[in-house]
């Protein structure tokens, strides 16, 4: 790890029902999370509001997406003044499933994230390379593009938290190993130092997602610039998403 307090999100993306949410929520309540250690989780908008109210203080909950500014007549969106109002404290922004099978563009995606930190939110900036994109040696190339288009609209990083997440990785079971995350997560850092500033590169905690679980996490963790993970299918397991939660101790 290299940057700040380690950093774990958990990603439900469109899972879960009442009953479900229930009984993950009284899992992480009753689970022993070390101190050293920000941990937020993303459950669908519908029960955000269940969550907020039975979920431990010691966890904070994110949106998965946000509207790209301020609300009215936008039917079926969700705007980040909303997400305030009611207690959350992050949103997702640019997730592959939002840019690859919902369509998103980078140009957008910079802009929703820069109108949620203006409302106060936390934003979890998420970028990653296709596996064409890689096998085409592209991998940094792509991912600059995107870090630009979250620059061109960001003016302070100080609660943004890069999600590195190649797209070949995610939900696959095809977990990226430690080196090849490693080499990605320092090309943002040397980027963010360039482009940004070396304070903001210092300063700002890059996670992985991918096919994080409890028996990869660890390995993972222990690299000098993977500052946290964030967490789909295994953050629905609340025993199994703690465990991750404490892949540094
Ligand atoms: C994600 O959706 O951000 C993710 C990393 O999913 P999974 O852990 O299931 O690969």
Redesign the pocket.
Known sequence: TGSGRFFVGG?W?CNGSTASIKQLVNELNSASIENDVDVVVAPPFLYIGQVIGSLTDRIEVSAQNCWVGKGGAFTGEISADQLVDVGVKWVIQG?S?RRHVIGESNATIGKKSAYALSKGLGVIA?VGEKLEEREASRTTAVVFEQLQAYADEISDWSKVVI?Y?PVW????GKVATPEQAQEVHAAIRSWLSEKISLEVALATRIIY????NRSNCAELAKKEDIDGF??????LKGPEFVSICNAVT
Do not use: F
Not at 230 to 235: D, F, I, K, T
């Open positions: 990603n993306k997730h499933e998420c999600a997440e990785a995610i939900g696959t997602g991918g096919s994080v964030l967490v789909g299918g295994a953050s």
